[in-house]
Antibody, heavy 130, light 107 residues
């Protein structure tokens, strides 16, 4: 069974740090892009960051650039999110998600890659408060 | 890229046909996904590439549109469909954004 399990959330003071982990099972982590998505209490979903299969490409939402760092250890089947300089507005449930890629072919030999998040963990709660 | 969903909420009855709209601030081709989220649960993918149904998703869900305007249509609402739906653009370099969500409530 494909499974993602987040951990590491908790209560932290503004300016503090936390490291989230996402343990994966049931698939080969090294074959997939991975994402972190967060959801503030009572609010919508916010994409946070993507990382490619070997960790050489990372894309962050502007609000966390320079403060959050995504990493992965494919041998340990784990994804991480190091969160520094935390702010009250970082309070949220943080989900890790697997990114599925689908390729569609056009009529002239062209092709297009589509990405979506097909498997999600249940989330871990981060609360930033004094 | 900003994604704007409308309406923010709607009321409907079991068996109704409902349509949710998602508008992108620029042309995103058909790089548009839809997710369903039950309160307290993780999102679940419904539609990818604007109109492709994710495996296991009932055929009453249909996605459409391209460019800047997209729709999610539920042809006949079932009791388990009364929840929140999000669109998400996946255009180009994996810098993604979600719409603000649409809550489907029981009338």
């Amino acid at each position: 069974e494909v499974q993602l399990v987040e951990s590491g959330g908790g209560l932290v003071q503004p300016g503090g740090s936390l490291r989230l982990s996402c343990a994966v099972s049931g698939f080969t982590l090294s074959s997939y892009w991975m994402s972190w998505v967060r959801q503030a209490p009572g609010k919508g979903l916010e994409w946070v960051v993507n990382i490619n299969q070997d960790g050489s490409e990372k894309y962050y939402v502007d609000s966390v650039k320079g403060r959050f760092t995504i990493s992965r250890d494919n041998a340990q089947n784990s994804l991480y999110l190091q969160m520094n300089s935390l702010r009250v507005e970082d309070t949220a449930v943080y989900f890790c998600a697997r990114v599925e890629k689908t390729t569609k072919y056009g009529a002239y030999g062209d092709y297009y890659d589509y990405y979506f998040m097909d498997v999600w963990g249940k989330g871990t709660t981060v609360t930033v408060s004094s | 890229i900003q994604m704007t969903q409308s309406p923010s909420s709607l009321s409907a009855s079991v068996g109704d046909r409902v349509t949710i709209t998602c508008r992108a601030s620029q042309n995103i081709g058909n790089y548009l996904n839809w997710y369903q989220q039950i309160p307290g649960k993780a999102p679940k993918p419904l539609i990818y590439a604007a109109s492709s149904l994710q495996s296991g998703v009932p055929s009453r869900f249909r996605g459409g549109g391209s460019g800047t305007d997209f729709t999610l249509t539920i042809s006949s609402l079932q009791p388990e469909d009364f929840t929140t739906y999000y669109c998400q653009q996946s255009y180009r370099t994996l810098l993604w954004t979600f719409g603000q969500g649409t809550k489907v409530e029981i009338k």
